[in-house]
């Protein structure tokens, strides 16, 4: 018995170890490159690789793997034998550079939000998650195309998480397309719930007449991690005297990869999703018992609360 025991364990772990796919992303000049967006395609596993450019994933064994970054093209590929990620880099057109010049004498603000009012927060398991709020093209923003600062709501169980900025462009369907911006931002926000304030001035981003995708990319990166137990109701068909326990509390271990970004509730999404190598749009909360949601949640779209400041 021992002996199938010992062989079983070993199976489990030779298996558990060909699982792991390792492998680290570099540019062209081989120069490693740090919290890239790295998934599985068409599934829902994922991760991140770290400032040296490493990462390590379960389950993606002779798979396809979509790697994405800021500055480079999102790449579509299987590991070689050396584990070695080129990305190529964005060649940016001249056309593409704000040159209108700034006056920046009006500001206005969109998206409002109260601190006190947030109770539902978006954030990450064990995936690289992006979340992209579309800004859209009023008569107010084209009077006032730059954005000068923004603030929004975060939670987190550690200090310093950290949680990475992006910009996109409007896609044919609407969705999030191309990177706006090659600006690599990366905030650090404190433990708690807590107000971020990014000042872009030295940006120039103006917001294009097609509208503008605002992007939250949670990074699967050790200083990131939080770990907790948490106790569950599970069902256990063990007769104890004659009397079958339905039910018995489990304690298990839980992952997390913090910070979460607050929601509000809005009747229109203007939120999209990015997971498994591809885009798709949010749907609406249901009630739910078991996180006891408010009922200004229920039916209603998460939308990110997020306070812009703009100016001509």
Avoid: C
């Avoid at 996109?168 to 807590?194: H, L, M, R, T, W």
């Avoid at 050790?222 to 948490?230: P, Q, R, V």
């Avoid at 489990?250 to 999703?273: A, F």
Wanted: proline share 3%; no cysteine.
């Amino acid at each position: 018995m021992q002996t199938k025991r010992l062989w079983l364990l070993l199976l489990l772990l030779s298996f558990y170890v060909s699982a792991q796919t390792k492998g680290v992303v570099v540019d062209e000049s081989g120069k490693p490159i740090p919290y890239v967006n790295i998934w599985v395609e068409d599934e829902n596993v994922g991760t991140t690789s770290e400032e040296n450019g490493a990462f390590s994933i379960i389950g993606a064994e002779n798979k396809t793997l979509v790697f994405s970054a800021v500055g480079f093209e999102t790449l579509k590929a299987k590991l070689n034998e050396s584990g070695k990620v080129v990305l190529k880099a964005i060649a940016y057109q001249l056309d593409e550079v704000v040159i209108q010049k700034r006056i920046g004498k009006d500001q206005i603000e969109i998206g409002k939000y109260k601190k006190k009012n947030i109770n539902l927060y978006y954030g990450t398991a064990t995936q690289p998650t992006i979340i992209a709020k579309f800004i859209a093209p009023t008569q107010d923003l084209k009077a006032h195309p730059f954005i000068d600062r923004i603030t929004f709501l975060s939670f987190s169980m550690i200090n310093s998480s950290k949680i990475k900025v992006r910009f996109y462009e409007v896609a044919k369907d609407g969705s999030p397309g191309s990177d706006y911006s090659d600006d690599i931002i990366i905030v650090s926000v404190k433990n708690g719930k807590q107000n971020n304030t990014i000042d872009l001035k030295d940006k120039n981003i103006k917001i294009p007449d097609s509208g503008l995708f605002i992007a939250f990319e949670w990074m699967i990166i050790e200083e990131n991690k939080y770990t907790y137990e948490y106790t569950i109701d599970e069902e256990n068909t063990q007769s104890l005297g004659g009397i079958l326990d339905l039910k018995k509390k489990v304690h298990k271990n839980g992952i997390q990869y913090d910070p979460s970004i607050g929601t509000t509730p809005s009747d229109l999404s203007t939120t999209w999703q990015y997971g498994a190598g591809k885009w798709f749009s949010r749907i609406v909360h249901k009630k739910s018992d078991s996180l006891k949601l408010q009922d200004k949640y229920d039916n209603k779209f998460g939308e990110l609360a997020i306070k812009i400041t703009l100016s001509n």
